[in-house]
């Protein structure tokens, strides 16, 4: 059973996680929890070790993320450190864990934009190289999860792959929110569900796009945890 949620901005939204969370940990017990990206705010990680031991006065399961746009590159070491042996980071990789009788293979990446916000593209140097490259990265990955044996596959990302899931967000912001063209690769199927979050406004919580579910698991959004995967 895998239990998803994001954009927790430790310790913006500490306390509302924490007692949430605890609910659905205590009545269900999920094998997986999974955090798409800014469980951090604005790159400070110094709240951390607080929260993630409250968390674990409860849940004693994987943890398992992958980086958002608040874990800022430049202080996401501090990030890293701070998360050792509590937290599995998932940057552009593909790992399978054991959850006892099933196998379960996850997929983490940032994600991508359809358009680098403006401070990207003021800041960052070849922004639409890197773009590129990772749009590049990220389709080689799925294929490999495609091809990969598991009892669930999962694709997490803090960006969105899809304009469904950004309802309730200002239009004109959609394409600084997620890559829509992923679509594609939803309607390829191949994996079970692609859980996202970074869209705190939206109001759809889940859709199929083809044979694939695609969860928006933002916390403001959510104000709980979300059911992904519930095995028998």
């Not at 792959?161 to 829509?180: C, D, F, I, L, Q």
């Not at 970074?198 to 928006?216: L, M, P, R």
Request: with cysteine.
């Amino acid at each position: 059973m895998v239990l998803a949620s994001s954009d927790i901005h430790v310790p913006r939204f500490s306390e509302q996680f924490i007692e949430a969370t605890q609910k659905e940990v205590e009545e269900a017990k999920p094998q997986i929890l999974l955090l798409a990206g800014d469980v951090v705010n604005k790159g400070d990680p110094s709240a951390l070790g607080d929260f993630l031991d409250r968390l674990s006065s409860f849940y004693s399961g994987p943890l398992v993320a992958c980086q958002g746009n608040e874990e800022y590159e430049e202080t996401f070491d501090d990030v890293m450190r701070a998360t050792t042996g509590k937290i599995r980071w998932l940057i552009d990789e593909l790992e399978i864990f054991d959850l006892g009788r099933e196998k379960l293979a996850v997929f983490g990446t940032k994600g991508v934009l359809d358009r680098p916000t403006y401070w990207q593209r003021t800041h960052i140097k070849d922004i639409w190289k890197i773009r590129g490259e990772q749009i590049k990265t990220i389709r080689e990955y799925l294929e490999k999860l495609r091809n990969t044996k598991a009892d669930a596959k999962i694709v997490l990302s803090h960006y969105s792959p899809t304009k469904s899931t950004m309802v309730g967000e200002r239009e004109k912001m959609w394409p600084e929110m997620g890559y829509p063209r992923f679509e594609e690769e939803l309607a390829k199927g191949g994996f079970d569900a692609w859980v996202h979050g970074h869209i705190h406004k939206g109001t759809v919580e889940s859709v199929k796009v083809g044979e694939v579910q695609v969860y928006n698991v933002a916390f403001p959004a959510r104000k709980k945890p979300v059911w992904v995967v519930r095995s028998d």
